[in-house]
Nanobody
Framework: QVQLVESGGGSVQSGGSLILSCAVS????????MGWFRQAPGKDREGVAA???????RYADFVKGRFTISYDNAKNTLHLQMNNLKPEDTAVYYC??????????????????WGQGTQVTVSS
């Protein structure tokens, strides 16, 4: 079974940067859509960015110009480069995947596999 394991979370000051990674194990699919989501305390989980096996990308408006999603096919690892972080970016960040058929979407319900999450805390 495919497993997703996030890493790279931590605490930074406003304006700082972090890189999140998500290692994909037991991966056998050539077509996929992988995404990053986040959930702050008391709030719903929201989509941050998604990337497909063909290289199509979608970002949430609130991260455009600050975050960059990428996928390293050689290492089967998803990344999220986060720059100019703001206190409102504080949340648990999750990676998720659709394998086989997929939709390029930031809707969580479309994703079948989820990682355990990594905490990102941005202080002002």
């Amino acid at each position: 079974q495919v497993q997703l394991v996030e890493s790279g979370g931590g605490s930074v000051q406003s304006g700082g940067s972090l890189i999140l990674s998500c290692a994909v194990s037991a991966y056998t699919y050539s077509t996929y859509c992988m995404g990053w989501f986040r959930q702050a305390p008391g709030k719903d989980r929201e989509g941050v960015a998604a990337i497909t096996s063909t290289g199509s990308i979608r970002y949430a408006d609130f991260v455009k110009g600050r975050f960059t999603i990428s996928y390293d096919n050689a290492k089967n690892t998803l990344h999220l480069q986060m720059n100019n972080l703001k206190p409102e970016d504080t949340a648990v960040y999750y990676c998720a995947a659709q394998f086989g058929g997929y939709y390029l979407t930031l809707a969580a319900l479309r994703y079948q596999q989820w990682g355990q999450g990594t905490q990102v805390t941005v202080s002002s």
